[in-house]
């Protein structure tokens, strides 16, 4: 049977050619971070993407968080990034986390595809969780104390961060480069049926992330589907490169608005913490 029904449009078949042209096979192990949207040209949508990564990796998982459950008190932490009274007010629409919880739209429709398929797990964390396949036991290292922890585990286990899409979501593996350096973490809250449970090692602003690709040239795979790209980086390469980075330059992929709560605050925090 074809894999197009006309010309431009590509199916099931040419996203596996596509990711074993970077490089997936059998055993790989990746964390994926989905487009915002998928194109019409890739037919099967986000469907034919989770069905592809299943066949050609061993280990699968992506961001699946939560942002709907995230709760504010009145008052709390300085310099958080919080305006405590307005998001109080708002917590009111917040939902309870629970396993079968869509993951939210803000990752893209690939994260919650993923989550929905037979044989997926999830981590139990109530804002940061992840979801995917073969992957149980990466899912396990993940604590409150230590959102980011599967994707230590992953690196560990000489994984991949593979990226789709023309505008996807940013690389979150980047926000455990940021927790290796001390950059500053904050303070969320969130609701579950056993209360509000406070989670601490919040990231920050993650805007900035693309400032990196020019200093992963010679280690990144790319491919495409038609117009749709494809990039595989290994991950243990790629969290030395961006901590090395911070290190040298402590405000490193930190965003340029000077309105964003969470760059500022780690700026002073930098600030207030010199270090060398």
Same mark, same amino acid.
């Given at each position: 049977m074809p894999t197009r029904k006309h010309a431009g449009v590509f199916g099931y078949r040419d996203v596996l050619l596509a990711f074993r042209r970077i490089g997936l096979e059998g055993e790989s192990r990746i964390l994926v971070i989905g487009p915002s949207l998928v194109p019409e040209t890739v037919r099967?949508?986000?469907?034919?993407? %989770?069905?592809?990564?299943? *066949? %050609?990796?061993?280990?699968?998982?992506? @961001? *699946?968080?939560?942002?709907?459950?995230?709760?504010?008190?009145?008052?709390? @932490? @300085? +310099?958080?990034?919080? +305006?405590?009274?307005e998001a109080s007010a708002a917590s009111v629409e917040a939902d309870f986390f629970r396993p079968s919880l869509r993951v939210s739209p803000l990752l893209g429709p690939l994260p919650e595809t993923l989550r929905r398929m037979e044989g997926a797990v999830r981590s139990g964390h109530p804002i940061l969780s992840f979801a995917g396949l073969g992957a149980l036991e990466i899912l396990e290292t993940q604590t409150l104390a230590e959102p980011f922890a599967p994707i230590d585990a992953l690196a560990k286990a000489g994984g991949d961060v593979v990226i789709l899409g023309i505008d996807p979501p940013a690389n979150v593996a980047l926000h455990l480069a940021e927790q290796r350096t001390g950059r500053k973490p904050f303070i969320r809250w969130a609701l579950t049926p056993q209360g509000v449970v406070e989670c601490t090692g919040f990231p920050g602003c993650s805007r900035g992330f693309g400032a990196i690709d020019e200093k992963l040239e010679g280690i990144v795979q790319r491919g495409r589907v038609g117009s749709f790209p494809v990039v595989r980086i290994p991950l243990r390469d790629l969290l030395n490169i961006a901590a090395g980075w911070i290190r040298q330059d402590p405000q490193a992929m930190l965003c340029t608005n000077p309105d964003c709560p969470f760059c500022a605050a780690a700026r002073r925090y930098i600030q207030n913490n010199p270090t060398g």
């Open positions: 099967g949508g986000a469907a034919a993407l %989770s069905a592809a990564l299943a *066949a %050609s990796c061993r280990t699968v998982i992506a @961001p *699946a968080f939560t942002y709907q459950t995230m709760v504010y008190p009145a008052e709390g @932490p @300085p +310099d958080n990034a919080v +305006d405590y009274p």
